[in-house]
């Protein structure tokens, strides 16, 4: 007997419900099944669920981890036919329908199941071009946030202490590659730093003079959302500081530049600083749930699903969120919700002996994306507004979905005395040992020091970053 099998007693004939992922997706399905004769195992890498959307947020020093990041056993405390296990899955055995999966200290698990729930996410895509996650770290998970939070503050002590111009000025570059969402409320957050934030706080150096660059490939920065908003967006930018590069690719970088190639050629750029947000790709479960279904994945990785999101030829597994390809869906949360919480009516109708529920069909609830302070788009509701109204409604939208009536209220007095009556950041923490790690030995593509390899596979959860964000 493993020591899963050993972990919770299961009940005899009870059906058996294993979720992979703790995601928006991960999560719905399991709060969906609270009032059913099942028994859910919940599993994920981490043991919390991330509200993705803000993780910018955590990254730019505004809010502390906790209020995004609830710990998945509080979440689903009450719920007395569910359980949250901190495993790493290593494969999925559908014809014995077992999840093996691999605990900290390496112990193997084995999860049986009746019915299987695959919502493993998506982690960084660099086109082809791994090699440069090692240069330009992303943003998926709250290690990833902080490290960016403490990369990015580093700089700034580190121009605080050169006094040759030329190295100042390397310090002082900070280019985000991406114009979607992350990257453009990336890019705000770092003018506001620069601009707004940290220009009293420093002696020797006026970080007014940072230069803050945003590239991005295609013709417009937020290049899904309508016309007036793009050119909103890029007008606020400009305005806030930061150099819009349109047209333009990332083709080379190091440690200490990046070549870009624009309408004007080839052009290498000094820069210290340098952040992917500019693609998603499917966890490699996807890949590993379509070679035992035997279809194709598609060029992001992702499984194709049967419209009542099954697997197709195993009505047993389901699989949602960013890791599915379903519809022409976006990689956003609201899909990963509404698959999650339709998926929970499918296994609710099935234990009951009742009819299944019509196909899913998703209801676009809109996109919004915020620039820096007092300033958003959003197109929702039918209605595409910019500034003030939309950065209200996007404020309001976020703090809806967060988890947990504490963390709304945390999150709005944090933003209260971060943006309004202080004008501060106040998570801002960062030490000799993390700044040292950063400025003399690089990252990784989790954003972890050198020494420490790659992961292999992405947190689970569902939320790519690069598409609009859609409401809710």
Request: proline fraction near 7%; include cysteine.
């Amino acid at each position: 007997m493993t020591a899963a099998t050993n972990g919770t007693a299961a009940t005899p004939g009870r059906h058996r419900v294993v979720v992979v992922g703790g995601g928006f997706g991960g999560l719905n399905v399991t709060r969906a099944l609270a009032d059913t004769d099942v028994e859910v195992t919940l599993v994920d890498r981490t043991n919390h669920h991330l509200f993705q959307p803000l993780l910018y947020q955590v990254a730019a020093g505004i809010l502390p981890p906790g209020l995004i990041a609830p710990a998945l056993r509080s979440v689903i405390r009450t719920q007395t036919n569910a359980r949250a296990l901190l495993a790493d899955v290593q494969e999925l055995e559908l014809d014995r329908r077992v999840v093996r999966a691999r605990g900290p200290d390496g112990r193997n698990l084995e999860l049986p199941y009746d019915t299987l729930v695959v919502a493993a996410g998506a982690t960084h895509s660099y086109f082809g071009k791994d090699e440069f996650a090692e240069y330009a770290p992303g943003m998926k998970t709250v290690e990833d946030a902080r490290y960016l939070r403490d990369g990015i503050l580093s700089k700034f002590e580190m121009a605080e202490l050169a006094t040759d111009p030329v190295e100042r000025a390397e310090w002082l570059t900070f280019v985000v590659i991406g114009a979607g969402p992350t990257g453009v409320e990336l890019v705000g957050q770092i003018a506001e730093l620069a601009h707004k934030v940290l220009p009293k706080d420093y002696r020797s150096v006026d970080t007014r003079e940072a230069r803050i660059i945003l590239l991005e490939g295609t013709g417009a920065v937020l290049p899904p959302f309508a016309p007036k908003l793009q050119e909103y967006t890029k007008k606020r930018l400009e305005k806030m500081g930061v150099e819009v590069r349109l047209n333009t690719l990332a083709v080379d970088m190091d440690h200490d530049s990046i070549t870009m190639k624009g309408p004007d050629g080839l052009e290498t750029i000094r820069t210290r600083t340098r952040i992917w947000a500019a693609g998603v790709q499917a966890s490699p479960l996807a890949k590993r749930l379509a070679e035992k279904a035997g279809v194709e994945t598609d060029r992001a990785g992702r499984v194709p699903v049967n419209p009542d999101c099954t697997l197709p030829g195993h009505p047993e597994v389901f699989a949602i969120g960013d890791m599915v390809a379903l519809d022409k869906l976006p990689g956003v949360a609201q899909p990963a919700m509404q698959e999650g919480k339709y998926v929970g009516k499918v296994i609710k109708a099935r234990v009951r002996g009742e009819g299944p529920p019509a196909p899913f069909k998703y209801f676009d609830k809109g996109s919004m994306a915020t620039i820096g302070h007092r300033a958003a788009v959003a197109d929702a509701f039918g209605m595409k507004l910019t500034g003030f109204i939309a950065y209200v409604m996007w404020g309001f939208i976020h703090v809806l979905y967060l988890v947990g009536w504490g963390n709304r209220l945390g999150t709005l007095y944090t933003w209260a005395r971060a943006l309004w009556f202080s004008k501060n950041r106040g998570h801002r923490i960062i030490t000799f040992e993390s700044a040292k790690t950063d400025v003399t030995e690089g990252r990784t593509t989790a954003g972890r020091p050198r020494p420490i390899l790659p992961r292999a596979a992405p947190a689970m959860g569902e939320t790519g970053s690069v598409p609009p964000r859609h409401v809710g």
